[in-house]
């Protein structure tokens, strides 16, 4: 608001139309490396942590990309696939996708069929088990503290 005020003091655009008013409101607002910072965000992008499921990464993704209008077809497809985890990245580089929209679908499939536990080395068959994270692994020491804790309770129990 603070902005158009000043724009209509000073008296400095002929601002007649939508369109125009759009241009210059951009003009004022948007950041100065905007595509740089955008560029930047996409290189960093990992399928991990917040960005863990498929459909997430491709939201961050996408925000980041319309940033960059200018950014070629096989170079969004690139930096995409790029973030992906390798199994999916092997995949979307194996086959020959002509389109990010492409690319990112058969990502999703691809994450589903891993996440569902489709594979036995996952724990699959439709047990519920889904993929293992190595920090919930059990170590030997866990073990042996679990089943010391056990004795005791069952010795004070006596």
Request: proline share 2%; hydrophobic share 40%.
């Given at each position: 608001?603070?902005?158009?005020?000043?724009?209509?003091?000073?008296?400095?655009?002929?601002?007649?139309?939508?369109?125009?008013?759009?241009?210059?409101?951009?003009?004022?607002?948007e950041?100065?490396?905007?595509e740089?910072?955008?560029?930047?965000?996409l290189?960093?992008?990992?399928?991990?942590?917040?960005?863990?499921?498929?459909?997430?990464?491709?939201?961050?993704?996408?925000?980041?990309?319309?940033?960059?209008?200018?950014?070629?077809?096989?170079?969004?497809?690139?930096?995409c696939?790029?973030?992906?985890?390798?199994?999916?990245?092997?995949?979307?580089?194996?086959s020959?996708?002509?389109?990010?929209?492409?690319?990112?679908?058969?990502?999703?499939?691809?994450?589903?069929?891993?996440?569902?536990?489709?594979?036995?080395?996952?724990?699959?068959?439709g047990?519920?088990?889904?993929?293992?994270?190595?920090?919930?692994?059990?170590?030997?020491?866990?073990?042996?503290?679990?089943?010391?804790?056990?004795?005791?309770?069952?010795?004070?129990?006596?």
């Amino acid at each position: 608001m603070q902005w158009w005020e000043l724009v209509n003091l000073n008296n400095q655009f002929n601002i007649t139309t939508f369109e125009a008013f759009q241009v210059e409101l951009l003009k004022y607002f948007e950041p100065v490396n905007r595509e740089v910072n955008a560029r930047k965000a996409l290189s960093s992008l990992k399928q991990m942590g917040v960005f863990n499921s498929i459909s997430a990464y491709n939201a961050e993704f996408t925000k980041w990309l319309l940033q960059i209008p200018t950014m070629a077809n096989d170079e969004q497809i690139f930096h995409c696939s790029q973030g992906f985890r390798n199994r999916i990245r092997l995949e979307i580089e194996r086959s020959e996708i002509k389109s990010l929209a492409e690319a990112m679908r058969i990502a999703d499939r691809i994450d589903s069929i891993y996440t569902r536990g489709s594979f036995p080395y996952q724990g699959g068959f439709g047990n519920g088990v889904t993929t293992m994270e190595i920090g919930q692994c059990t170590t030997e020491v866990q073990i042996r503290k679990t089943v010391s804790r056990r004795e005791g309770a069952i010795i004070q129990r006596k």
